[in-house]
């Protein structure tokens, strides 16, 4: 009997999570910015790692990114193609771009094993596939640095993490369990941007907010301007 109760307990356990997860299917426009903002409100004032000030933090100067370690051809592909997408579906973010001289970088990316990266960074936390640390200054990140770790994942797997990775790193910092086919989904997942991430990285750079605002007010204003 005990068996029998172990069993129908973990088959319920299963069905409740399969029945949890959902994906962003949002029933019109006004309805996605709705569910997007959901979302936003969550990622967008909280962090996964490090203090979490409550208010909103993002980029207000260029991003130039200057890679360290072992990318492969395809990293630099994925990297080089999402940078020149997110210019082109983020139009009010700050200009993005590598270089090729550390000295004027203020993000640093490192692909590197798991055993590697803690002596180049020592934000990171041995056992991630992928982390992003931000500094910040009046709630304006002013560097950050991030880690693909190369010893264990695959290639498919990297081109999922140098993305969860970036969208981190301009500012939604935290990850969630609200729709399961987002790029910052908590549980891991090889997923691309959804068209939710975009939404939201577009009002993490909303002109109508500012680095610093509490997340009450960026509600207040960002349903206005969807409900408008």
């Given at each position: 009997?005990?068996?029998?109760?172990?069993?129908?307990?973990?088959?319920?356990?299963?069905?409740?999570?399969?029945?949890?997860?959902?994906?962003?299917?949002?029933?019109?426009?006004?309805?996605?910015?709705?569910?997007?903002?959901?979302?936003?409100?969550?990622?967008?004032?909280?962090?996964?790692?490090?203090?979490?000030?409550?208010?909103?933090?993002?980029?207000?100067?260029?991003?130039?990114?200057?890679?360290?370690?072992?990318?492969?051809?395809?990293?630099?592909?994925?990297?080089?193609?999402?940078?020149?997408?997110?210019?082109?579906?983020?139009?009010?973010?700050?200009?993005?771009?590598?270089?090729?001289?550390?000295?004027?970088?203020?993000?640093?990316?490192?692909?590197?094993?798991?055993?590697?990266?803690?002596?180049?960074?020592?934000?990171?936390?041995?056992?991630?596939?992928?982390?992003?640390?931000?500094?910040?200054?009046?709630?304006?990140?002013?560097?950050?640095?991030?880690?693909?770790?190369?010893?264990?994942?695959?290639?498919?797997?990297?081109?999922?993490?140098?993305?969860?990775?970036?969208?981190?790193?301009?500012?939604?910092?935290?990850?969630?369990?609200?729709?399961s086919d987002s790029v910052i989904y908590q549980n891991y997942?090889?997923?691309?941007?959804?068209?939710?991430?975009?939404?939201?990285?577009?009002?993490?750079?909303?002109?109508?907010?500012?680095?610093?605002?509490?997340?009450?007010?960026?509600?207040?204003?960002?349903?206005?301007?969807?409900?408008?």
């Amino acid at each position: 009997m005990a068996k029998k109760l172990l069993a129908c307990a973990l088959a319920l356990a299963l069905l409740f999570s399969a029945c949890a997860e959902r994906i962003f299917e949002p029933t019109d426009a006004v309805d996605g910015k709705k569910r997007a903002l959901e979302v936003f409100l969550e990622c967008g004032f909280s962090a996964e790692y490090g203090d979490s000030t409550g208010c909103l933090q993002r980029w207000e100067a260029p991003i130039v990114i200057c890679v360290y370690g072992e990318p492969t051809d395809e990293d630099w592909e994925q990297l080089e193609g999402f940078l020149m997408e997110l210019s082109f579906r983020v139009p009010t973010l700050p200009s993005i771009r590598l270089t090729d001289d550390e000295n004027e970088a203020n993000v640093e990316m490192f692909f590197l094993t798991d055993e590697e990266l803690p002596s180049v960074m020592p934000e990171f936390i041995p056992g991630n596939r992928g982390f992003v640390y931000c500094y910040s200054e009046g709630s304006v990140f002013y560097t950050a640095r991030i880690a693909i770790e190369t010893g264990s994942t695959s290639q498919a797997e990297r081109n999922h993490i140098i993305r969860e990775e970036l969208v981190n790193g301009l500012g939604l910092l935290n990850d969630h369990l609200l729709y399961s086919d987002s790029v910052i989904y908590q549980n891991y997942n090889n997923n691309m941007p959804t068209e939710m991430d975009w939404l939201m990285l577009n009002m993490v750079y909303s002109p109508l907010l500012w680095p610093g605002v509490a997340r009450a007010q960026a509600e207040e204003i960002l349903l206005a301007e969807i409900l408008r």
